[in-house]
């Protein structure tokens, strides 16, 4: 079964600094993976998706995420935070080939962002 | 396109009583999917429809959950003799079934308080 690994619970940074929240993912076949973000409250928002092809790929807000098979990894990244991204982010990983239509969700990386 | 909606936001009941969340999701899309969300942790998946049909269901869903979309348009999400550890965020999810890989988005969440 496909399992997704936040190793970092939470993080701060300060505001104009650069970020990289890492994800490790488990999953013997071609993993379809995604980047969520979730403010306080509020539901999930995609940030970006990998299927297939160039291995980083870019999202909103200034998001790109790197695909490293070797590694198992799917880290985001953004060169500056700004305050309004402090929120909850989430990884996750589809087992499309599967035929399952579920999406596994690593247990989140909160970010503070400091002024 | 107005989104996925869920009913209510927020529900506060007693233990044993019963309680029923809606689910609406956008216009079109024919695949809806049902997680929990409990605090400090990512989405888990409960089940998931295609049109009218319930095609997949976590061992998450007792036998005191069940899930319906009729006419494949909404869907509800009744908890039977509530208890305590089902205190949650309820999430919502639906995709297209053209636009593969099915990117789901998500509603607002309907958070359950079971006193």
């Known amino acids: 079964a496909q399992s997704v690994t936040q190793p970092d619970i939470h993080i701060t940074v300060s505001e104009g600094a650069s970020l990289e929240l890492r994800c490790n993912y488990s999953y013997g076949a071609t993993p379809y993976l995604f980047w969520y973000v979730q403010s306080p409250g509020q539901g999930l928002q995609l940030l970006l998706k990998y299927f297939s092809g160039d291995t980083l790929v870019q999202g909103i807000k200034g998001f790109e995420a790197e695909f490293k098979r070797s590694q198992s990894s799917f880290n985001l990244r953004k060169p500056s935070v700004h305050w309004s991204d402090a929120a909850e982010y989430f990884c996750a990983v589809g087992a499309w080939d599967t035929g399952r239509r579920a999406l596994t969700f690593g247990s989140g990386t909160r970010l503070q962002v400091q002024p | 396109d107005t989104g996925v909606s869920q009913d209510p936001r927020h529900k506060i009941t007693k233990r044993g009583q019963n309680v029923t969340f809606r689910c609406d999701p956008i216009s079109e899309h024919n695949r809806l999917y049902w997680y929990r969300q409990t605090l400090g942790q990512g989405p888990e998946f409960l089940t998931y429809f295609q049109n009218e049909a319930q095609l997949e269901k976590s061992r998450l869903l007792s036998d005191r959950f069940s899930a319906e979309r009729p006419k494949g348009s909404f869907s509800t999400l009744e908890i039977q003799r509530t208890e305590q550890g089902d205190s949650a965020m309820y999430l919502c999810?639906?995709?297209?079934?053209?636009?593969?890989?099915?990117?789901?988005?998500f509603g607002p969440g309907t958070r359950l308080t079971v006193t």
């Open positions: 999810a639906s995709s297209s079934g053209t636009d593969y890989p099915y990117e789901q988005y």
